[in-house]
């Protein structure tokens, strides 16, 4: 059973930065690839980032050269840092293990979410 735990949401105006963080509470946690993905209302679960164990990150299109996903295994938490904010970042942010695919279904274990909110 691995436990998720997420935060560093807030709201922002257009431009800002903020860093999200996901700390697991499995010890093995430097062999576990983690994902971000964002919900905003009424849109399907959108992935973001992704890091495999030896620390490759993978980017979504839209946030690419704006967000930078990192990991600290000594502290099993996954961090991304978000920069360059826009409205349409807006979303509930979830991070989740298991998998550096695009596609939610082939994590294992998610975070309860965190909410981003961006101001024009």
């Known amino acids: 059973q691995v436990q998720l735990v997420e935060s560093g949401g807030g709201l922002v105006q257009a431009g800002g930065s903020l860093r999200l963080s996901c700390a697991a509470s499995?010890?093995?946690?430097?062999?576990?690839?983690m994902g971000w993905f964002r919900q905003a209302p009424g849109k399907a679960r959108e992935f973001v980032a992704s890091?495999?164990?030896?620390?490759?990150?993978y980017y979504a299109d839209s946030v690419k050269g704006r967000f930078t996903t990192s990991r600290d295994n000594a502290k099993n938490t996954v961090y991304l840092q978000m920069n360059s904010l826009k409205p349409e970042d807006t979303a509930v942010y979830y991070c989740?293990?298991?998998?550096?695919?695009?596609?939610?279904?082939?994590?294992?274990?998610w975070g309860q979410g965190t909410q981003v909110t961006v101001s024009s």
């Open positions: 499995r010890p093995a946690f430097s062999t576990i690839p």
């Open positions: 989740a293990a298991g998998s550096y695919s695009i596609r939610a279904e082939e994590y294992d274990y």
């Open positions: 890091i495999t164990w030896n620390g490759r990150s």
